[in-house]
T-cell receptor, first 113, second 111 residues
Framework: GENVEQHPSTLSVQEGDSAVIKCTYSDSASNYFPWYKQELGKRPQLIIDIRSNVGEKKDQRIAVTLNKTAKHFSLHITETQPEDSAVYFC????????????FGAGTQVVVTP | SAVISQKPSRDICQRGTSLTIQCQVDSQVTMMFWYRQQPGQSLTLIATANQGSEATYESGFVIDKFPISRPNLTFSTLTVSNMSPEDSSIYLCSANEETQYFGPGTRLLVL
């Protein structure tokens, strides 16, 4: 089955700097890659996703890139703000998985003022 | 996007008892899923709740311990049976309409 590895496990950045989180996946049949943000005590919230027919997607300060050949995808947050502090999870969905997502281990992002 | 609610939001239970968690979606969805999230950990899929048929369980999870119902396209329940302290966790349901959205979770503490 699919296996997703996520790095780093923790990331501390100064406010205004950029943050990058990287994930690799094992199943070349995966075609959908969402990113979730989970604040303490809250539900995971979808922040951006990308499909395998696209190499990059942006939404304001957030962008995701996908390298299908290398089987890795990354989340980029620019101009970080304290409210970006949270745990971020990447996930991958194989085409034949009936919607099942395989999640990475998560990255704790701390943005210090 | 689907709006998902769960009941109860939290509970404290005695070992050996069972708790049923309800998940309600504001629109009809094909797929519903149940996850467990231990403190500080990632999300682990327990099972896929199939409408009109038995749930499909992931490795390490069994129907006797986590029976699931899916009576229609907007509702599902997860029961945590014969609980032990190791079952203390957050249980989340999700619905997939192309992208997957999560309920707020049920925080369970077993004493």
């Amino acid at each position: 089955g699919e296996n997703v590895e996520q790095h780093p496990s923790t990331l501390s950045v100064q406010e205004g700097d950029s943050a990058v989180i990287k994930c690799t996946y094992s199943d070349s049949a995966s075609n959908y890659f969402p990113w979730y943000k989970q604040e303490l005590g809250k539900r995971p919230q979808l922040i951006i996703d990308i499909r395998s027919n696209v190499g990059e997607k942006k939404d304001q300060r957030i962008a995701v890139t996908l390298n299908k050949t290398a089987k890795h995808f990354s989340l980029h947050i620019t101009e970080t703000q304290p409210e970006d502090s949270a745990v971020y999870f990447c996930a991958a969905k194989p085409t034949d998985s009936w919607g099942k997502l395989q999640f990475g281990a998560g990255t704790q992002v701390v943005v210090t003022p | 996007s689907a709006v998902i609610s769960q009941k109860p939001s939290r509970d404290i239970c005695q070992r050996g008892t069972s708790l049923t968690i309800q998940c309600q979606v504001d629109s009809q969805v094909t797929m519903m899923f149940w996850y467990r999230q231990q403190p500080g950990q990632s999300l682990t899929l327990i099972a896929t709740a199939n409408q009109g048929s038995e749930a499909t369980y992931e490795s390490g999870f069994v129907i006797d311990k986590f029976p699931i119902s899916r009576p229609n396209l907007t509702f599902s329940t997860l029961t945590v049976s014969n609980m032990s302290p190791e079952d203390s966790s957050i249980y989340l349901c999700s619905a997939n309409e192309e992208t997957q959205y999560f309920g707020p979770g049920t925080r369970l503490l077993v004493l």
